[in-house]
């Protein structure tokens, strides 16, 4: 599967000159036939007001965004399949949730009034859906944009160019925002994004009372997506917190930076693409399966602990473990402490069993020594 982010020239259908710069795109994804969604960067950079969307309504959306081209501003009801609806799953069985999800959501996106002017508009993504009964992968779903978001698709005249491969092989709603994010500023000159912690937050999509704690909204939403993203995407994402002042210096806002993948790294994400799911989350672990005799049963081997500088270490786990609860202190400190104390007994451990041992370590750590 290739991997494309570059945005080409836009070429526009005659009689389509008037259309905005995101339904172009569109069109020109429709006449070639691309893997691609354009999605409009209104909607790329709104934040939940109401409600969430899981992962599967997400990629939905995307479907019926593409299916719908660059009509997608019209007054009229468009028309998909069941079977293309439902993506990279099989059954049908989570359609009618995934669609009442999509009518009840609120998102808040910046747009201009009619006179122009710089505004924020409050709406639901879709007016109504209708779904066949029958079960069959021919049966279709009717549906229709909302009034707002089809006046947001007539002025979007920015957009993320979204590979439909990437999207589907995402499996955390949070990575698949966060990659929408990215490939909306991957080509601009700047490709550094700041917010304040509590608008990632709202972008993401992370519900109310989820995550307060900054440490478990690192742990479990953005390394996590970042280890997706970095093993699917064409490009990588890291981030820099940015504290306040005051007792604890709590983090208080985020600058995400997006980095595009030179060939070679291209190349191995595109054949990772091509590869079944099963096994990739242990790939992307650094566990790698083997068959010693094809009758045997599978051995995961699982990589003990670095012995080199933690700051090239590619456990995304391991390095927000002693994040979390490493106190501040300098990592290769922790993990040479770390490393004298366990001895010989490192060498045989890993798995679980190893990065409960560092957490372990890394809280008497600060327990013995104090915040840094």
Known sequence: MKLDSDISEIEVTSGLESLSRTLRVADVIRRRDLDFVSKPGELVESEFETGSLGAAARKAFALMLRKAGPEASED???VITKKE????????????????????????IRTTTSKGKPAVMSQALLASCVEEISEDGMSVVEFQFSDNFKRVLQRSDYYARVNLG?????????????????????????????????????????????FKNFAEFRRDV???SKAEIDQLADFTVEWEEIRGSGRGRPVEAVKLMFHPKDLEDQEETARELDRPRVG?????????????IADRPKIIERKPFPRDSLHFCPDTRLLTIVADYGGGWDKDLIASGYRKT???????????????????????????RGRA
């Open 342 to 368: 366990m001895g010989s007994r490192l060498d045989n451990l890993v798995g679980d069993a190893l990065y409960k041992s560092w957490e372990g370590f890394c809280k008497s750590f600060v327990q013995q």
């Open 76 to 78: 009229k009801t468009f």
């Open 222 to 224: 953005l390394a996590k």
């Open 280 to 292: 990739r989350r242990a790939r992307r672990e650094g566990t790698v399966e083997t068959m010693a």
């Open 166 to 210: 990437v999207m589907l092989a995402l499996q955390s709603r949070y990575a698949l925002s966060l990659y929408d994010l990215g490939c909306l500023i991957i080509n601009r000159q700047n490709r550094v994004y700041k917010m304040k912690v509590d608008e990632l937050r709202r972008k993401l999509g992370v519900p109310d009372g989820s």
């Open 85 to 108: 609806l439902r993506g990279s799953h099989k059954g049908n069985e989570r359609i009618q949730t995934v669609m009442d999800e999509l009518l009840r959501v609120i998102v808040r």
